[in-house]
T-cell receptor
Framework: QKEVEQNSGPLSVPEGAIASLNCTYS??????FFWYRQYSGKSPELIMS????GDKEDGRFTAQLNKASQYVSLLIRDSQPSDSATYLC???????????FGTGTQLKVEL | GAGVSQTPSNKVTEKGKYVELRCDPI?????LYWYRQSLGQGPEFLIY????????DSGLPNDRFFAVRPEGSVSTLKIQRTERGDSAMYLC?????????????FGSGTQLSVL
């Protein structure tokens, strides 16, 4: 089992819809969870971090964490074509100083 | 500059050659990280420096890869006898310190192509 699993997609949603991106992880000791957005040919950009169970909202983005079920998700409301990118889930394991990434989910927001 | 600077932005080399990739961290940041991202994959951890020393080099794939940070600032990732499989985006990040909540922006990366 991979440490961090994401559906590679592509996930296609119409403009204005809610995009839901999911990530599961295997290490129950993981403490910190992150979502990155990556445009083609560019480096990943951090968009959300979450450390506690529940929801965390930032503008159109909501991160959801459920440690008991070992999943973290990202919701993007009112999706825009500019949201079309690959979204990477990442996490810190306990005591570590490195991030472990999933392979990313490609999101396409269609006009 | 305000962010992490990586040079060159692109590097094309031939199989078997030696390459050096440079990372200039944010001024004053003691921690520095190198990651590698192959096409279609997420970034993979290579090495983490705290000051001048490599605190964790468990991600370096083999002895062809080596990284230094002699003065606790600029870091150089060195790859000997490059192979086509080394082709990837090499990413660097820095932070004021380590720890599980220390996540800082990546530089713009160096795209390495080994022909």
């Amino acid at each position: 089992q991979k440490e961090v699993e994401q559906n590679s997609g592509p996930l296609s949603v119409p403009e204005g819809a809610i995009a839901s991106l999911n990530c599961t992880y295997s290490d129950r000791g993981s403490q910190s969870f992150f979502w990155y957005r990556q445009y083609s040919g560019k480096s990943p950009e951090l968009i959300m971090s979450i450390y506690s169970n529940g929801d965390k909202e930032d503008g159109r983005f909501t991160a959801q964490l459920n440690k008991a079920s070992q999943y973290v998700s990202l919701l993007i409301r009112d999706s825009q074509p500019s949201d079309s990118a690959t979204y990477l889930c990442a996490l810190h394991t306990g005591g570590g100083n490195k991030l472990t990434f999933g392979t990313g989910t490609q999101l396409k927001v269609e006009l | 500059g305000a962010g992490v600077s990586q040079t060159p932005s692109n590097k094309v080399t031939e199989k078997g050659k030696y390459v050096e990739l440079r990372c200039d961290p944010i001024s004053g940041h003691t921690a520095l990280y190198w990651y590698r991202q192959s096409l279609g994959q997420g970034p993979e951890f290579l090495i983490y420096f705290q000051g001048t020393g490599a605190a964790d080099d468990s991600g370096l794939p083999n002895d062809r890869f080596f990284a230094v940070r002699p003065e606790g600032s600029v870091s150089t990732l060195k790859i000997q006898r490059t192979e086509r499989g080394d082709s990837a985006m090499y990413l660097c990040a820095s932070s004021p310190g380590g720890g599980p909540k220390a996540v800082w922006p990546f530089g713009s990366g160096t795209q390495l192509s080994v022909l």
